[in-house]
């Protein structure tokens, strides 16, 4: 292996000194720049992206585009279906933890090579060498149809309040057609393109202030439930659990509710692939990763708890001819068509923001992924603009992506539950590569502590750990939890809501997921081979 393509997929040291004291952080901002420099030099790649992102603003990014206590209104339902609420309250923890354990260890890998493109690039490193082209391009053709799929999934769920409101306000005159929902997703996307655009330069300060709006919005939704709603007992929230879907056992209809509690909290990750425009990438973006999954388990579990205690008549709440039991339940607890409005605005409106960061992320992961020649149309998706130093090309491509997608939603009204579960499981899918990759190579100690001279021709010495990482053997049990709990969880988010299955409920991600693998080892069989060597030397 030659010395450029060991500094292709980073794992070369260039600072002894970096690694064998305590790291402190930069001291002054040309400092700052100069490492974040360093580190992309590394790992063989030129700064073509300006660097806006602080760790305020990136956190705005990350905690909206989640969507977390926002999700756990919009999809309690089907938990409370498989499960009940007891089942709900227990799988959010079990999602939280599991999360929190997977995100530490994509963390650390994030610290080794802050680039934008994470996951792909990351298998790449970890590899056996006679594996490694493979198993990064599937990773990397994973990745941006997680990204891809959840632009659209944000502006279909902005579609569908918008019609949920007018059915409650219109419970006679409105009549929700598919390609209304069409309509509306675009109006999503085409926001979400024009702030990544026209207002590109200014997404950092408007993340910033969307933190405030996922803070305080939560507030504004939990003070009127609380205060308005008539409460249940606890008895009844923690003891009741439910097997609506048929399953032959109540373990098994827990597992497969199980799903409704991880979909909040896939995109936890989408700091790393905005690692390229943020500022001491290797040390911001971990500590945002973990910060962003406490701050959403945080409020997630408090809207899960709220909504659970003030929920009122269950069967009524779910046949609400809304389509979101959330909205019936906010209007038993106000009695007010007005109120209920105002209070359904706000998780519509932090969804429509939730896809400015999404939108973005989904942009740079393609970009970074054009850049080492992946999909189709590398040479034009790599492009980046030099008057705003945005990737223009690909923010195009993924507003076309997104607008296609939405047509969709004209023949199936079970759209959103589909790309969720494709989304889930393809994240799922990308993820466990690069944890299975990391434990292995913890396990053979392949990953170094300190830099020392190096023989560029023997890459099972050419690991070394970021500056944030988790102290072993803490870290190794976190990676191999992590890692368990994901293939779990890889596995029920292909399972039906319902045992009796009908075109209309059934789960179609198996489907989808499997079609884009399969879709994808054939491209690259035929074309991608050919093009695709690994992530790409610029220095």
């Not at 425009?277 to 579990?301: D, F, K, R, S």
């Not at 008057?387 to 923010?395: D, G, I, R």
């Not at 989304?423 to 053979?444: G, M």
């Not at 789960?507 to 060597?533: P, Q």
Request: with cysteine; aromatic share 12%; glycine share 8%.
């Amino acid at each position: 292996m030659s010395k450029k393509e060991g500094m292709a997929f980073g794992v070369t040291a260039t600072s002894p000194k970096w690694n064998k004291t305590k790291y402190r952080g930069p001291t002054s901002t040309q400092e700052l720049s100069r490492r974040d420099e360093s580190h992309l030099s590394r790992l063989g790649k030129k700064q073509v992206l300006k660097r806006r992102f602080g760790m305020v603003s990136m956190l705005g990014m990350s905690t909206t585009l989640m969507l977390t206590w926002e999700g756990i209104l919009v999809y309690f339902g089907s938990g409370l279906s498989n499960g009940g609420s007891a089942g709900l309250f227990c799988s959010y923890f079990i999602s939280w933890v599991g999360f929190l354990a997977v995100m530490t260890s994509l963390a650390e890998l994030a610290s080794i090579a802050p680039t934008s493109s994470g996951q792909y690039h990351w298998v790449y490193m970890l590899s056996p060498v006679s594996i490694r082209k493979l198993l990064s391009y599937l990773t990397g053709w994973l990745s941006i149809a997680v990204w891809q799929a959840m632009v659209a999934m944000s502006g279909c769920l902005c579609a569908t309040l918008i019609q949920g409101l007018l059915v409650l306000n219109h419970p006679e005159s409105y009549d929700s057609k598919g390609w209304h929902g069409t309509l509306l997703i675009w109006s999503a996307v085409l926001l979400a393109f024009t702030v990544n655009s026209v207002l590109g330069r200014w997404l950092p300060k408007i993340e910033g202030f969307i933190l405030y709006l996922h803070l305080l919005g939560f507030f504004a939704i939990v003070v009127p439930m609380l205060h308005l709603a008539k409460r249940v007992t606890a008895k009844e929230v923690f003891t009741q659990w439910n097997n609506d879907g048929g399953w032959n056992s109540m373990g098994l209809s827990f597992l497969v509710g199980m799903i409704t509690t991880i979909g909040p909290f896939v995109g936890a990750d989408g700091a790393v692939h905005m690692a390229e425009e943020t500022h001491n990438a290797a040390i911001v973006v971990p500590w945002n990763i973990i910060i962003t999954v406490m701050i959403n388990g945080c409020l997630g579990l408090g809207m899960l708890l709220t909504t659970l205690f003030c929920m009122g008549d269950l069967e009524s709440a779910m046949k609400t001819a809304t389509g979101y039991p959330f909205i019936q339940i906010f209007f038993d607890s106000t009695h007010s068509y007005s109120g209920t409005t105002l209070m359904v605005c706000i998780p519509l409106i932090l969804s429509y923001a939730a896809c400015f960061g999404q939108f973005a992320t989904a942009s740079r992961q393609l970009w970074a992924f054009a850049r080492d020649r992946g999909p189709p149309f590398s040479n034009r998706l790599l492009l980046v603009n030099p008057n705003s130093f945005l990737p223009m090309n690909a923010v195009i491509v993924t507003c076309s992506i997104s607008l296609l997608l939405s047509l969709i939603n004209i023949g199936s009204h079970q759209a959103l539950n589909n790309i969720l579960s494709f989304t889930v499981s393809s994240w799922e899918a990308a993820s466990s590569i690069p944890l299975a990759l990391l434990l292995w190579n913890r396990a053979t100690g392949r990953i170094k502590t300190v830099s020392y001279s190096i023989d560029d021709d023997r890459p099972d010495k050419t690991l070394v750990w970021g500056p944030w990482r988790v102290p072993e053997p803490l870290g190794t049990c976190i990676n191999a939890f992590a890692l368990t709990w994901i293939v779990v969880a890889f596995f029920f988010s292909f399972w039906p809501g319902d045992r009796s299955v009908e075109p209309e409920s059934m789960n179609y991600s198996s489907l989808m997921t499997g079609f884009w693998f399969v879709f994808g080892v054939g491209y690259y069989a035929v074309h991608g081979r050919k093009y695709y060597k690994g992530p790409v030397v610029e220095t």
